[in-house]
């Protein structure tokens, strides 16, 4: 049971490029999440997913957009990647029965924009 | 949006002493509020959680108390260790269905041997 799975753990891209930050969860849970962390800032929300099909705007969305691709899997991408996304990012998921589950963190995406 | 502020910054306290981190929040909606430890180079983890419909909650050496007319919420933890050195985030979240968390900017507690 691996639970939430990021890949990659670590990148490096120029200005102007694109990429996409995979996760995968495991534990059947509804609710998915993007957050990233900048030093003195904690966690920010980005995107999150309440459902399967469904996707809306965090605190910090510009730059980025989301794909829920089925139950187990939510992508982030950077169109045109910016230093200022310079970040840790980390996906989350939640789930279960009643309100407020838990969220259960990945091991985070460290991502330097050159 | 909910605000969450989170003091003090940094913590440094004797090996067995106590530690208190304080949360203040300003969405009085707000209903759900954990605690995360963040380890140097790795995930947050969810150390304790309190909903709003209980003023105390304690796990071993961990407690969060919860003071929903003064909308603050604080981590007590006893007899420290080396190894309760970490960053420590507070969250709140609104009882909705994604269960979005709001965080403060965390806590830097370093336990002294």
């Known amino acids: 049971n691996a639970g939430v799975t990021q890949t990659p753990k670590f990148q490096v891209l120029k200005t102007g490029q694109s990429m996409t930050l995979q996760c995968a969860q495991d534990?059947?849970?509804?609710?998915m999440y993007w957050y990233r962390q900048d030093p003195g800032m904690g966690l920010r929300l980005i995107y999150y997913?309440?459902?399967?099909?469904?996707?809306d705007k965090g605190e910090v969305p510009n730059g980025y957009n989301v794909s829920r691709l089925n139950k187990r899997e939510f992508s982030l991408r950077l169109e045109s990647a910016a230093p200022s996304q310079t970040s840790v990012y980390f996906c989350?998921?939640?789930?279960?029965?009643?309100?407020?589950?838990?969220?259960?963190f990945g091991d985070g995406t460290r991502l330097s924009i050159l | 949006g909910e605000n969450v502020e989170q003091h003090p910054s940094t913590l440094s306290v004797q090996e067995g002493d106590s530690a208190v981190i304080k949360c203040t929040y300003s969405?009085?909606?707000?209903?759900?509020f954990p605690w995360y430890k963040q380890e140097l180079g790795k995930r947050p983890q969810l150390i304790i959680d309190?909903?709003?419909?209980?003023g105390e909650k304690k796990d071993q050496r961990i407690a969060v108390t919860l003071n929903k007319t003064a909308k603050h919420f604080s981590l007590h933890i006893t007899e420290t260790q080396p190894e309760d050195s970490a960053v420590y985030f507070c969250?709140?979240?609104?009882?909705?269905?994604?269960?979005?968390?709001?965080f403060g900017t965390g806590t830097r507690l370093t336990v002294i041997p």
């Open positions: 989350a998921s939640s789930g279960g029965t009643g309100l407020n589950q838990p969220q259960h």
């Open positions: 534990m059947n849970h509804n609710s």
């Open positions: 997913s309440a459902s399967e099909g469904t996707t």
């Open positions: 969405d009085s909606a707000s209903n759900y």
């Open positions: 309190i909903r709003s419909n209980v």
């Open positions: 969250a709140a979240s609104r009882q909705t269905g994604a269960n979005n968390l709001f």
